[in-house]
Each structure stands twice: as C-alpha cells, then as structure tokens.
C-alpha cells in the first residue's frame, strides 16, 4: 500500500466549490474516424473547452506498457520514490506538493521535461533494473502523443477556416517546442472528508493537453457557469483540454477550462497526461488569419517563456491569463 508522507492529510484542502450539475454526466465524444470530426472539435472547443476522442489509433498495448511502468514506479518504497529526480525543478518525483507556491493535492507524480520529442533524462536510481524499459515505453507514448497532438491541432484549424493548415499544429511539433509528460498517482485517500482535494482547480498553460486516466474517476471540468461536472473515466479514449495559449491564439474564441481531481476513497487513479506547449521563444499573439476586420488583441503580446515564467509565481487555481489581458477588448461570442 502506498502510504503518501508530509504534507498530511489535514493540511490538503477540501474542493473550493462543490456546485455540481445533478446528474449531468456528458463529455463530448468525437469518433476521429469521422470526417465530421472537425466541426464537433471545433464547437467543444468553443462552447465547453473540453472534450474526449474515441478511434484515436493510440495502440491500447503501448498505453499498458507505460501504465504497467508507472505502477511499478509508484510501488516503491517512499524513500527509494524521493531519491528520484531532475537538476531542473519541477521535474522528477513530487508528493503532495504540486508547484512551487505551496499548493498539496492528495497525489504523487513523476514529471518529465521533453528535449527533442524523447524524455529528458530524470535520475532513477532505486529504479534502475526497469529504467529502460519504462523509458522506451515514455518515448513511443510522447511520439504518439505528439502525432494526436498534431492532427487535433490541424483539424482545428481547418474548423476554423485558417488557410494554413499547420498554422497551430507546428508550433508543438517544431523541435524546440515546449513539451511535458506527466504520470499522476492518486492512492485511495483512507481517511476521506468529503470532497478533499485530489488536484487542485486550474487551467493548463499551454495549447492543449491530451489526458488518459485507467478506469478510477475523479476528474471534473468547470462549466462555463461555475457549476461542476465530473467526467466517468474511460480508459480506451483521452480527455481533450484547451489551455490557455490557445485561447490566446484564437483571440478568446476557444477558452481554457478549469478542471480538478478529486481524491477517492477506495481506488487507486492512475493518469497520463502529455502537454503540447510552443518553443519558449515563440509569440503567442492571436493568429491573423482569424481575426476579423477592426478586431483586436485581447492580450497584450507575449512569448511562452514569458507566460511559463510568469505562471510560476502563480498559484495552481489562479487566473493566469488576467495579468496578460488589455484592459479594453473588444470580445468575440
Ligand atoms: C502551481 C503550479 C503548478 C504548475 C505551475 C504552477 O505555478 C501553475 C501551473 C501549474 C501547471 C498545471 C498544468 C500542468 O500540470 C503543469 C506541469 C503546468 O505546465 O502548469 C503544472 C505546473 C507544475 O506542476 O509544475
Ligand atoms: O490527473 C489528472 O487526471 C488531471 C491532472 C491535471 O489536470 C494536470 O496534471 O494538469
Ligand atoms: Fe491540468
């Protein structure tokens, strides 16, 4: 059994808000074998900011190997998990704290900086017999991630009418661009108050996010009313999340969902969850084609280093984006 040490338990919050929708269960789910695909991506996006993808072709046995592989991983005893790690923070094995802001959730995690579309190296000693293994089965999953990543990205500009179909597209799979892969562990939480704070509410800073849980719940998105839906697991498809930068980039026409975890009493959740980012030194401006005639910016310009760096003085359930808007914009319905 894994046992998660300090912070404690009663130092993780309970969920902020637990407005939930009664009964209200539904995620988009778009059949990628369809040629209507790309409307239906375009419309969640718009309207929800979130959606799930079935016939993705992501090989169900490549997902295996690497959940097989983290599993492992978590399995360790808790000394052997702490001694895991990267020179460059935030990367390597984190318990409970999540950033450097003093935000704790009930989860552990391994994250993975990606140099040149492969992991970069994070020191595993007490994890040296598996180590290759798991690193092969890290770096098919980022390829095929990147590919997923790829083609969303293009159906969403082709939804969007830009004339340029990899105008979004080659901004994460340029060899510089600015990529995460993230192994999230949520042991069942013995003690459970209700509602207690898996990970904590917030939007993804970058494009999008591509997000493969095993069959455990937990994970909910914020409507755009506040009110809260908890989305039924389902480990044969991903959960798709805009974040940020590409709300930027359509000039508010997609917005970045919040979204949460919610500690679970008796199951163990295992998540996957690959984060599409743009080079640092890339502007993140809204893309001109988009734009209609006498429509500005919404934000003032910016590059993703500095959104990152700017991010990471942030708290997790911050609103990020407030700091970059222009006081006055005209906005888009
Ligand atoms: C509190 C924080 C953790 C985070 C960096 C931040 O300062 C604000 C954004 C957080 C987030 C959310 C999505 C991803 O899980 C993540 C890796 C990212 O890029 O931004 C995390 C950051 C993190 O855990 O370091
Ligand atoms: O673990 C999950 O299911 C979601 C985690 C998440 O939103 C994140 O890591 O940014
Ligand atoms: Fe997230």
Same mark, same amino acid.
């Given at each position: 059994?894994?046992?998660?040490?300090?912070?404690?338990?009663?130092?993780?919050?309970?969920?902020?808000?637990?407005?939930?929708?009664?009964?209200?269960?539904?995620?988009?789910?778009?059949?990628?074998?369809?040629?209507?695909?790309?409307?239906?991506?375009?419309?969640?996006?718009?309207?929800?900011?979130?959606?799930?993808?079935?016939?993705?072709?992501?090989?169900?046995?490549?997902?295996?190997?690497?959940?097989?592989?983290?599993?492992?991983?978590?399995?360790?005893?808790?000394?052997?998990?702490?001694?895991?790690?990267?020179?460059?923070?935030?990367?390597?094995?984190?318990?409970?704290?999540?950033?450097?802001?003093?935000?704790?959730?009930?989860?552990?995690?391994?994250?993975?900086?990606?140099?040149?579309?492969?992991?970069?190296?994070?020191?595993?000693?007490?994890?040296?017999?598996?180590?290759?293994?798991?690193?092969?089965?890290?770096?098919?999953?980022?390829?095929?991630?990147?590919?997923?990543?790829?083609?969303?990205?293009?159906?969403?500009?082709?939804?969007?009418?830009?004339? &340029? %179909?990899?105008?979004?597209?080659?901004?994460? /799979?340029?060899?510089?661009?600015?990529? @995460? !892969? =993230?192994? +999230?562990?949520?042991?069942?939480?013995?003690?459970?108050? &209700? %509602?207690?704070?898996?990970?904590?509410?917030? /939007?993804?800073?970058?494009?999008?996010? @591509? !997000? =493969?849980? +095993?069959?455990?719940?937990?994970?909910?998105?914020?409507?755009?009313?506040?009110?809260?839906?908890?989305?039924?697991?389902?480990?044969?498809?991903?959960?798709?999340?805009?974040?940020?930068?590409?709300?930027?980039?359509?000039?508010?026409?997609?917005?970045?969902?919040?979204?949460?975890?919610?500690?679970?009493?008796?199951?163990?959740?295992?998540?996957?969850?690959?984060?599409?980012?743009?080079?640092?030194?890339?502007?993140?401006?809204?893309?001109?084609?988009?734009?209609?005639?006498?429509?500005?910016?919404?934000?003032?310009?910016?590059?993703?280093?500095?959104?990152?760096?700017?991010?990471?003085?942030?708290?997790?359930?911050?609103?990020?984006?407030?700091?970059?808007?222009?006081?006055?914009?005209?906005?888009?319905?």
């Amino acid at each position: 059994m894994v046992v998660l040490t300090t912070p404690s338990i009663d130092q993780i919050p309970l969920l902020k808000s637990t407005k939930q929708v009664p009964h209200f269960t539904y995620v988009p789910t778009i059949d990628l074998s369809k040629p209507e695909s790309t409307l239906s991506i375009v419309n969640a996006c718009k309207s929800l900011g979130f959606f799930k993808v079935k016939n993705h072709g992501v090989d169900m046995e490549l997902i295996e190997r690497l959940e097989d592989g983290a599993r492992e991983f978590f399995s360790l005893a808790q000394y052997e998990k702490e001694i895991c790690g990267s020179t460059k923070a935030p990367f390597g094995y984190g318990n409970k704290r999540i950033g450097p802001n003093g935000d704790v959730g009930w989860l552990e995690y391994l994250l993975f900086a990606i140099k040149n579309g492969a992991v970069d190296h994070v020191s595993m000693p007490s994890f040296q017999a598996s180590y290759n293994v798991f690193c092969s089965a890290l770096n098919e999953y980022i390829s095929a991630m990147r590919n997923l990543a790829s083609q969303l990205l293009q159906q969403i500009a082709k939804g969007l009418l830009i004339a &340029s %179909g990899d105008a979004l597209s080659s901004l994460i /799979t340029n060899e510089n661009s600015d990529q @995460i !892969l =993230r192994l +999230n562990h949520y042991p069942p939480c013995p003690r459970l108050k &209700s %509602g207690l704070t898996g990970f904590g509410e917030h /939007t993804d800073p970058q494009l999008i996010s @591509i !997000l =493969r849980s +095993n069959s455990v719940g937990g994970l909910q998105f914020a409507l755009r009313d506040g009110r809260w839906i908890s989305a039924p697991p389902d480990p044969n498809s991903f959960f798709v999340i805009v974040g940020d930068s590409l709300q930027v980039l359509t000039n508010g026409r997609f917005k970045s969902v919040r979204h949460r975890v919610v500690a679970q009493e008796h199951k163990s959740r295992l998540s996957m969850i690959y984060f599409a980012g743009p080079p640092v030194s890339q502007r993140i401006t809204p893309l001109p084609e988009l734009m209609q005639d006498g429509e500005e910016s919404m934000y003032r310009e910016f590059t993703w280093g500095e959104y990152k760096r700017a991010a990471y003085k942030t708290r997790l359930a911050d609103y990020r984006l407030g700091h970059f808007e222009k006081e006055t914009g005209n906005l888009i319905n």
